[in-house]
């Protein structure tokens, strides 16, 4: 495992959830953190916090969706620290409905900017430093969503199989320059994002669903234990696999499956 003392990490939603206890542990490598999301004074709180404890972080506030706001957090991370080693694009949000609720801009579009096109921005401003350098990391988070599509997760799977596919097909094209690209793909953990899902019904059996879920921190340790130890896919917790691999090879028994025990019992409800 390489030691991640003195990297500089760029952390996109870094304001809570994975990116705010990923900022921490990566602070607690000696790593010298940015901290972006749109929330600045959440930002501020957590770098001072890291300050007081001995770490080194600066707070950059950004909104993902616009390409010259994330020029400005790329060029002033660049500024203050002169380099970005590793890269953790984590900013998202889940809308979650039937396609026919889903507001066409704020549940459609934003969800499209935010999660896919501001990964892929995000990225492409960075890419040419770490190219110049001949090293860097960057690592995507996707979720199991990103290869499981359930119903009501439309938008939010088509953001997420986007990241994979981006994420795949970068790795394979930076692999020569030394750079290393990796995807995350975590399941349901209690982070701020079940207050963004809307209101829908569904929102009840996630919460129910979460009982199973993992800690923020916990994803967050597998972040940096990613950064220490790169690979190209982490999928946490270990017992989705299965079901992934019967999705893969069979995707018709878990249509079945969510045939069944989900969307025949719940579209009548929506329908009546
Ligand atoms: P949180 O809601 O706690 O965190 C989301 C972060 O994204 C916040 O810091 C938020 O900051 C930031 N963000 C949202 N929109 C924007 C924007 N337009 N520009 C910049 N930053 C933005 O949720 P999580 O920590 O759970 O989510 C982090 C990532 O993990 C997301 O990509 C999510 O899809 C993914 N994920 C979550 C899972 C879960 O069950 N929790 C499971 C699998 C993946 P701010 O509002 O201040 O801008």
Redesign the pocket.
Known sequence: MASLKGKVVLI?????????DAARLFAKEGCRVVL????LE??QALTNQIQKDGGEAVAIP????ERDEIEVMVQSALDVYGQIDILFN?????RLDWLENLDPARDIE?QI???LI?VIQVTRAVLPHMLKRRSGHIIN?????GLIAAPLYTI?AAT?YGVRGFTDALRREVAPFGIKVSGI????????????IGNNPVKKSFNRFNRL?MT?EY?ARRVVALAKSPRRVVIIPWWYRPAIGLNAVWPGSVDWFMNTFFTSKNHKLQMD
Do not use: C, I, W
């Open positions: 996109t939603g870094a304001s809570s959830g994975f990116g705010e972006a999301a749109r929330r959440r930002l950004v909104d993902v969706a984590n900013a998202g949000f889940g934003t900017d935010v999660n501001g988070m996707s979720s199991v969503a939010y997420k793909y975590p399941g349901p953990a209690a982070t701020e994002f079940s207050q963004h879920s923020s994803v």
